[in-house]
């Protein structure tokens, strides 16, 4: 090799190629010859019991102290040194080209790179430093856990429950805690064995590894005495709740004598007292079933029979008419002080009605409830016989205090009664109750109800009046218009159809007279809505119909009287939508100017742009008057996108009969056609669609024009081919409508000729005869079925030869 690159008889492509080949294989394993030392040196530091005894520490005494040396930063320095080491001696091999040529300098300027990444080489040293400080940590770690342990051992439960939760946590270190701590301690007793050989330890560190064998020679003296101290708590937990038991008992008796003593108090004016200590007695017998569950709790841990205390709940049911009774009679008081003292306007007749009422019948079951007991039946009976007192002045209230009650009504009571009556803030209860008007409230009563007639029609036109608030057209942008359309009205129409029903039904009430202007102007309002709302959703029906159409500048040229009158509808269309999208509540449309009638105009001029549609068609003939209203959108689409390829392909099977598709070419030539199935025809002459001068009416003339001739064409040379090819050839020949004609044609010959004619009749008058009937009644139905799919067959097959008439004649095939 090294003759041949002396003399050059090697070529300098080859040769560069050679050693760079050679120079990336030196690489590669001199990586991994790094890299397995560096993990092999790390696994070796790693086990301490083969490492550490070829490490020398000396204790030395400078500037008064103890001090290791080398201290941890040393050992941890001399044991990560050997990775650099490591990546030098491998960094430094040249390639084998200079070695070859022995140049020195080039030798030591093209070096193989062998240096192995950085992040490598950091987690490597870091493995072995985390190691040393572990190691030097662990005897503080260890002693953080005996603390840990000791300390829960040595803590007194505050209560059962702790109790028996610290002797399941000691079961629990038993089993699982305890091993892994010694685990760890056996751990740390062969570090320290192999490092007395090699250092000596400071005070500070032989205090450590005193400590955690000391903390763990104490352990099982520190179980014990928490066996102990568990045993001694238990017997202390169980005296205690027996002592609680017992003085919770005195405390129920406590309660049932002051319930007792309820019985026996009777005063009317010390009400208020007597409610107070029932309810601190309620509270007390609510905690004591709580304190009931406690000792139950306890009990099922000391695994004890559980106690019943029948006379809390006892008291509860003994204290209940007590306290409804003192809370009745005070809630009456503070109520009857508030309907006569307050002002008349804030008092709620049904209320007070509804509130007086249920109270009389509560009282009245209080008082059999207490008919053994004096005291308590005297109270019931004061507060009842107070309430029968203020249910005289029910009528009063009833008429006098209807919210519905205006100044009209109260001129009416005036004249009745003979002196101004016209309540003001401070007008009450007791001061309407003083004046003795008991005797008028037969006439009073016929004013409040026209009243209450009255004001129940206010209230329904304010709640109709309300629910329109909050009510706003839904719309959203019309493509890419510039303008909206509506998106949906259902939810208005419901509303709107309600509150019309409900509108007119108050208006034949004999009581809206005072308000009959109010409510004609609402009727008038809703109607009018109605009337936009129709207009509106035709105008945008036929709009949204017509846009695709009059976007397009070939109609606007062909059509120009419809383009004009389009535009002007396209320009109120756009100012409504605007003016919607200002305000979008519903009600805000009936204030915005001439909005009808704006409506209205656009309509009539959509129906003259329609009209002129259907006549320019009809004119030009583009499809048959029989199809015309089925084929009308489609006809338009297709139309307006017939110089877009992919948005005209969806319109043509709706426009011409059997063409699902058109081939154009890159010039928008159209040269085939294309059925659903995938039939593909020529047609028989090209389609210019650019030479057609922007007028889309000629290509769809010669489309037809060209489609019938072809149409024609190939049936007629199908019919030709038929006797000369095999059957099932000729069926894979030609397009499956060339085979649906001959095959119609050859059935309606069959059944034209008389023979088959006459057997179907002789089949007929067979079955309908008696004797058959009698004798063959098993084949009877089977030939019935038969007979009747021949029939169906038959009748399949003549509109058939009807269809393909329509066809021949539309087209002129025949």
Known sequence: MSVGLKRNLIPPNKRNSFFNCVASIMVSQLKSLCYESLCKYENYVCN??????????????????????????????????????MQWAVSYFSRVENCLEEDPVQSAKDSLKTSLPEAIILNLKQNISDFLRSKWKLPLH??????????????????????FEAKDWLQNFKETSLLDLKAKLQNLTSWIYYMCGLIDFTSVEYGNHAKVFSL???????????????????TTFQENLIERRKVFIEDLKARAKQITNLSHLGDNTLVEEYLGT???????????????????????????????????????????????????????????????????????????????????????????????????RRIAESVKSTVEKFKEYIPLVQTLCNPGLRDRHWDQISEIVGFPLKPDKSTTLSKLIGLNLQEY???????????????????????????????????????????????????IQLLLDDHLIKTQTMRGSPSVKPIEGKVKSWENKLMLLQEIIDAWLKVQTTWLYLEPIFSSPDIMAQMP?????????DKNWREVMKAVLEDRHVLAVVDIENMLDTLKTSNELLDLIQKGLNDYLEKKDFISRDSFSYLTT??????????????????????????????????????????SEGEIIELTGII???????????????????????????????????????????????????????????????????????????????????????????????????????????????????????????????
């Open 48 to 85: 301490f019991e083969v490492y550490f005894g070829t490490i020398k520490i000396k204790l030395s005494w400078l500037n008064g102290n103890y001090e290791l040396q080398p201290e941890i930063r040393e050992i941890e320095k001399a044991v990560i040194d050997p990775f650099d080491l």
């Open 142 to 163: 260890l002693i953080e856990e005996y603390e840990v342990v000791h300390h829960q051992l040595k803590s007194v439960p505050s209560d059962t429950k702790q109790l």
């Open 216 to 234: 763990h020679m104490e352990l099982p003296k520190v179980i014990q005495e928490n066996v102990l101290s568990a045993d001694y708590a238990l």
């Open 634 to 675: 489609s006809f338009w689409k297709f139309y307006q996108k017939l110089k877009i390829q992919k948005k005209v392909q969806p319109h043509l099977k709706k426009c011409f009969e059997g063409i699902a598709k058109l081939q154009f070419l890159e010039n928008l030539d159209i040269t085939h056609m294309e059925s």
């Open 441 to 491: 409230i037969p006439q009073f009563e016929v004013i409040s109800e026209a009243a209450s007639k009255e004001y129940k029609l206010e209230k329904a036109m304010d709640k109709m009046m309300e629910e329109w608030s909050e009510m706003m057209f839904s719309v959203k942008p019309f493509r890419e218009s510039g303008t909206h359309i509506l998106s949906s009205v259902d939810e």
């Open 561 to 569: 009287e419809e383009g004009r009158r389009f535009n002007t509808v």
């Open 688 to 814: 210019s669609v650019t030479s057609a001068k922007r007028s889309s009416g000629k290509v769809v003339a010669g489309i037809r024009i060209v489609y019938g001739a072809k149409y024609k064409k190939v049936v007629s040379d199908a019919l030709d081919s038929y006797p000369t090819k095999a059957r099932d050839e000729w069926i894979l020949e030609w397009p499956g409508q060339a085979v649906f004609v001959l095959f119609t044609k050859l059935l309606q010959r069959l059944f034209e000729s008389q023979e088959l004619a006459n057997k179907l009749k002789k089949w007929w008058l067979l079955v309908r005869g008696k004797g058959f009937r009698e004798a063959k009644s098993a084949l009877l139905s089977e030939l019935c079925r038969g007979f009747g799919r021949q029939q169906k067959q038959r009748d399949v097959v003549e509109r058939s030869g009807q269809f393909m008439e329509f066809l021949l004649m539309n087209f002129s095939l025949s």
């Open 278 to 376: 029932a309810t601190e007695i309620q509270k007390w017998l609510v905690n004591a079933q709580d304190t009931m569950e406690l000792f139950n709790a306890e009990e099922l841990l000391f695994e004890w029979e559980t106690t019943n205390y029948p006379l809390c709940q006892n008291l509860i049911t003994e204290l209940k008419p007590y306290l409804q009774l003192y809370e009745y009679a005070v809630d009456f008081g503070k109520k009857r002080r508030e309907w006569l003292e307050g002002p008349i306007h804030q008092v709620e007749p049904e209320l007070v009605e509804q509130e007086v009422m249920t109270l009389w019948r509560l009282l009245y079951k209080l008082e059999k409830t207490f008919s053994d007991t004096r005291e308590p």
